[in-house]
């Protein structure tokens, strides 16, 4: 697909495929740092697939040229708003520890995660709404920060 060729490159004889991908220019530039994948539900399958190798070997290989990047100075994170309803639910029901992550993983996974991804995901942090304490304390954060520049 164009996303994927986009991340990693096109094969050799394609169009661009003279361009190495943009995912695996940054991580052979930047060598650490956090790979965030915002979200991920909406992705190409192919991107997905693409993915899948970050998270399992913690590399990537661009498609024109077989250069192979290690990701492992890398956080990756994924984040999505799939069944945020029930994962809100089962964070509110359940405490933290294997069986919520097993719940919210079968909630993931009903939602059209594949499995195979699922399983190499290491966490899963539900994030629930900030409070309005919360968000008056992040404001005055900004605002103090602000009037120092």
């Known amino acids: 697909s164009h996303s994927t060729q986009r991340l990693i490159g096109a094969p050799p004889g394609y169009i ?3 361009e190495c991908g943009w995912l695996c220019r940054e991580i052979g530039k930047i060598r650490t740092g956090v790979l ?3 979200e991920i539900e909406k992705a ?3 991107v997905m697939t693409t993915i899948m ?3 399992d070997e913690a590399r990537i ?3 024109s040229t077989g250069t192979t990047y290690s990701a492992t100075g890398f956080v990756i994170v994924l984040t999505s708003n799939a ?3 029930q ?3 089962i964070v509110a029901a359940t405490a933290d520890g294997p069986e919520r992550a097993g719940r919210v993983k079968d909630e993931l996974r009903g939602a059209g995660f594949k499995a195979e991804v699922l399983a190499r995901v290491d966490t899963v942090l539900p994030f629930g709404e900030l409070s309005r304490a ?3 304390e992040i404001v005055g954060l900004f605002l103090h920060k602000f009037a120092q520049d």
């Open 36 to 38: 965030l994948f915002d």
């Open 83 to 85: 069944a945020a309803q």
């Open 87 to 89: 994962i809100a639910q």
């Open 16 to 18: 661009g495929s003279a």
């Open 53 to 55: 190798s970050l998270l």
């Open 61 to 63: 290989t661009e498609q």
């Open 134 to 136: 919360a968000v008056a």
């Open 44 to 46: 190409h399958p192919d």
